[in-house]
């Protein structure tokens, strides 16, 4: 790792990390890569998309609405999020994402520490090999990374 700062300007952001999750980007802003305690993305949610309930064991999270409509369940309260909604979920907080609109939505997505990059490029990776409704594969690749599934998985998640 570097001590050097990120600057990231619309312009070079195209040019940025990204990978393709459910047919849509996210963006690495940044990674363990450039930083020691944190990790951010930008995230494309497609309309339909659920994460299904899930937990971290160190991780925290927390994510701020850009554009569209999701809903949220963190611990036991529901949350219906539009643009400017900020939510923070510390490590052993029960939570799930599901994009509710039938338009795409968009998250800035923080993760410390850093690291989950690495999950959501072997998601990815499953995706373009057309195995991203292996429930099996999926929930394997959540265990590695920091993350017990609650809920069962659907496709896409």
Same mark, same amino acid.
């Given at each position: 790792?570097?001590?050097?700062? *990120?600057?990231?300007?619309?312009?070079? @952001?195209?040019?940025? #990390?990204?990978?393709? /999750?459910? =047919?849509?980007?996210? %963006?690495?802003?940044?990674?363990?890569?450039?930083?020691?305690?944190?990790?951010?993305?930008?995230?494309?949610?497609?309309?339909?998309?659920?994460?299904?309930?899930?937990?971290?064991? *160190?991780?925290?999270?927390?994510?701020? @609405?850009?554009?569209? #409509?999701?809903?949220? /369940?963190? =611990?036991?309260?529901? %949350?219906?999020?539009?643009?400017?909604?900020?939510?923070?979920?510390?490590?052993?907080?029960?939570?799930?994402?599901?994009?509710?609109?039938?338009?795409?939505?968009?998250?800035?997505?923080?993760?410390?520490?850093?690291?989950?990059?690495?999950?959501?490029?072997?998601?990815?990776?499953? =995706?373009?090999?057309?195995?991203?409704?292996?429930?099996?594969?999926?929930?394997?690749?959540?265990?590695?990374?920091?993350?017990?599934?609650?809920?069962?998985?659907?496709?896409?998640?």
């Amino acid at each position: 790792m570097n001590a050097t700062p *990120v600057i990231r300007m619309p312009a070079e @952001l195209a040019g940025n #990390e990204e990978v393709t /999750l459910a =047919g849509h980007p996210m %963006v690495f802003l940044v990674t363990g890569k450039d930083a020691k305690h944190t990790s951010m993305f930008d995230w494309t949610i497609p309309p339909g998309f659920a994460t299904g309930l899930h937990v971290h064991r *160190v991780q925290e999270e927390s994510f701020y @609405l850009l554009e569209g #409509e999701c809903e949220w /369940l963190v =611990g036991d309260q529901a %949350v219906r999020a539009t643009p400017g909604a900020y939510l923070f979920v510390p490590p052993g907080v029960p939570h799930n994402i599901t994009n509710v609109s039938a338009k795409s939505a968009r998250v800035l997505m923080t993760v410390s520490p850093p690291g989950h990059e690495h999950y959501f490029r072997k998601l990815a990776e499953l =995706g373009a090999q057309g195995r991203h409704g292996d429930v099996k594969a999926v929930g394997e690749l959540r265990a590695r990374y920091d993350t017990d599934q609650l809920s069962a998985l659907t496709a896409g998640s």
